[in-house]
């Protein structure tokens, strides 16, 4: 098989580097080595930014996100029992950010794929890149019994955090920096009205809460828990109970507890890898980093990335211009590190650190206690979580 470029990855990140390409008459094969009902069984986050709105857009696939999705226009910070509101349109100019859920935005990518007859060749096997330091590359799968070759001019490693593309690299050519947390979050899904219009981010001395939404009718919550947890251990009724603990009485009074749908715990890690591109291959979204979910920048992240290297490929093969492709690490790494100090930032902010004693407790409770009080302090916040324009770092 020969294509333009050969995409690793059939997640959100390379779904839409996929149909980028395709809007643009660039020809991309997809290789996934999970089913589509696996990929789409992944639940994951569900705040976009504009950023990703817009991108969204462009590549056609925005029509049920306007339709379905919720536009906030801000969240509530809880710590010391009481709610206090950040007014991102107020603070930011006019922005906003939407609640629709990532599995949504992946199905809408693959109904995209599928309707323009676009080829994904999903339960491939024994995936590997080859040659991505010449103009040859290749990709090798196994599928059904037959060994398989795509030849390309590009490789996209959208293939995640465990994927082969960036394992694949030399040690002595790539850099790793990382942050594990001591905890985890375990995550609930419920078909139950959300607790309360816009997200609730909480700091309990019992733990961090969230509480957030994938629509009108069903809601997403996540406790701060020991990595030594097992979902096992925690019962629907034990779930919403220390829910309710870390929550304000007003909201805990409200909620609407059920059955859960899916619940899991995920650890948390700050993860950046540098450079991004090897050659004729490059690394997008997971692959190349991952952020804590408390700021919920990872997918944001991940279309941007994209963004970025659907340019650089439109501009290799429309203008004969290779500045796009040369440039596409260093852009990409100075928005990382961004989110990255962000969602660093606030994860320490809003998490219980049992090891920092009382003390850390108040350290926390005096800076968001400015943060709320400052108008600067909360136009810091509410700039962070909205999101940078595209053009930052250009």
Not at 92 to 108: A, I, L, N, S
Not at 157 to 170: E, K, T
Not at 316 to 325: C, L, T
Request: charged share 25%; net charge negative; proline share 4%.
């Amino acid at each position: 098989m020969r294509t333009q470029v050969a995409i690793v990855g059939a997640g959100p990140s390379g779904l839409l580097l996929g149909q980028l390409l395709h809007k643009a008459g660039i020809d991309a094969v997809i290789v996934e080595r999970q089913s589509p009902d696996y990929v789409l069984g992944r639940i994951r986050a569900g705040v976009l930014e504009q950023v990703t709105m817009d991108v969204l857009d462009e590549a056609g696939v925005g029509t049920r996100m306007h339709a379905e999705g919720l536009v906030h226009t801000g969240f509530d910070l809880l710590f010391q029992g009481q709610r206090h509101r950040i007014d991102m349109d107020k603070l930011t100019g006019g922005k906003k950010v939407m609640v629709y859920g990532q599995t949504e935005v992946t199905r809408d990518l693959m109904d995209a794929r599928t309707a323009a007859g676009l080829t994904t060749v999903y339960g491939a096997t024994n995936v590997a890149v080859h040659d991505y330091g010449t103009d040859r590359p290749r990709v090798t799968y196994d599928k059904d019994g037959q060994s398989q070759t795509i030849e390309c001019d590009f490789i996209a490693g959208c293939d995640g955090f465990h994927g082969v593309c960036r394992a694949s690299v030399p040690k002595g050519a790539i850099k790793e920096f990382e942050k594990v947390y001591p905890f985890g979050w375990l995550g609930l899904l419920s078909d139950t009205p959300p607790v309360h219009h816009e997200l609730i981010y909480a700091n309990s001395t019992r733990g961090f809460a969230l509480a957030s939404q994938r629509s009108l009718t069903r809601s997403r919550y996540y406790l701060q828990v020991p990595l030594t947890d097992q979902v096992e251990q925690w019962s629907d009724q034990a779930f919403w109970d220390e829910l309710k603990r870390r929550l304000d009485p007003e909201a805990a009074e409200q909620l609407v507890t059920g059955p859960s749908i899916e619940k899991s715990i995920a650890p948390l890690r700050s993860f950046v890898t540098e450079p991004l591109r090897f050659g004729r291959m490059f690394l997008a979204g997971d692959a190349g980093h991952i952020v804590p979910p408390t700021g919920a920048k990872g997918l944001n992240l991940a279309a941007t990335d994209v963004k970025y290297l659907a340019n650089a490929l439109i501009e290799f093969y429309q203008e004969k211009s290779e500045a796009g492709v040369d440039a596409y690490s260093e852009k990409c790494l100075k928005r990382i590190w961004r989110a990255e100090r962000f969602s660093w930032w606030f994860t320490s902010l809003m998490h219980h650190f049992p090891e920092n004693g009382e003390i850390g407790q108040k350290f926390q409770d005096a800076e968001l206690d400015y943060l709320i009080h400052s108008e600067n302090g909360a136009r810091t916040i509410a700039e962070n979580y909205v999101g940078l324009p595209l053009d930052f770092g250009q």
